[in-house]
């Protein structure tokens, strides 16, 4: 059995993946008015980010199986509905796969809490005043369907914070958690 991140004899991990692992710590991101409970599992490097990698670019399911084993323990037990935050449509086709719906619907299957897809992407961004320290553009979700009362969103990486404050926004939700693979914070080159 060959590791999930590098190919390297070793399973799920080699001995070197494993070891790279780092978990990363809960924050808060978005304004006074908006705050959104992001929960990471591992921070953006070495094995976890080529776990991500491979789930995206190379459609490996067993990648993202091993992430969503993860990300279930994050979910809040409160939680009805998992929201996959959905990527820019030429990319998903390019790429073939959709990843946080894969993520979404690997973690529901563990955890019972179905998945709702209440979020498609906008055709347009903005940059958003005052909610994104570093100016970034904040993206633009449409909303199709009715909102439960306690969705989760769930991403496969964090940077700023502006999409899932963007996909908060588009809830109308002032506070909500999110769960995501990793978190790249302070990472240089990473965006989302
Ligand atoms: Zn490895």
Redesign the pocket.
Known sequence: ML?L????P?SP??F??EQSLQRAPGRIVGTRDLRVGVSPVFVHRE?AARLVHNLKYRRSIKAGELLAAHMADLVPLDADALVPIPRVLARRVSYGIDQTTVLARLISDLTGIPVRRLLRIGVWHRRSAGLDRQHRPVPVFEIRGPISRQPVLVDDVCTTGSTVVGAALALGFSRIQAVVASSATGIPGRQS
């Open positions: 590791c991140a590098c190919s390297a070793g991990l080699c070197a993946c094995a």
